[in-house]
């Protein structure tokens, strides 16, 4: 009866796409750390472009 349970279970594919989402999450996360300098550049820099923008076309 536990033999043919941890068979089952172990045949069980339903957990994959769970599994599969927590390690696309993990390397998201690592690039964002590797690279968060250079994305905080980035970012600063479309604001600034928008807040130029912007302030262009209200004076």
């Known amino acids: ?7 089952e ?3 069980d594919e ?3 796409g769970v599994v599969e989402m927590i390690l696309i999450l993990v390397v998201l996360i690592g690039l964002v ?5 250079q994305l905080g550049a980035l970012v ?5 472009e928008i807040q130029s923008k912007t302030s262009s ?3």
């Open 1 to 7: 009866m536990v033999i043919r349970w941890l068979k």
């Open 9 to 11: 279970f172990w045949q």
């Open 14 to 16: 339903s957990g994959i």
């Open 33 to 37: 750390l590797i690279f968060k300098d």
């Open 44 to 48: 600063n820099g479309i604001f600034k």
């Open 57 to 59: 076309v209200y004076s």
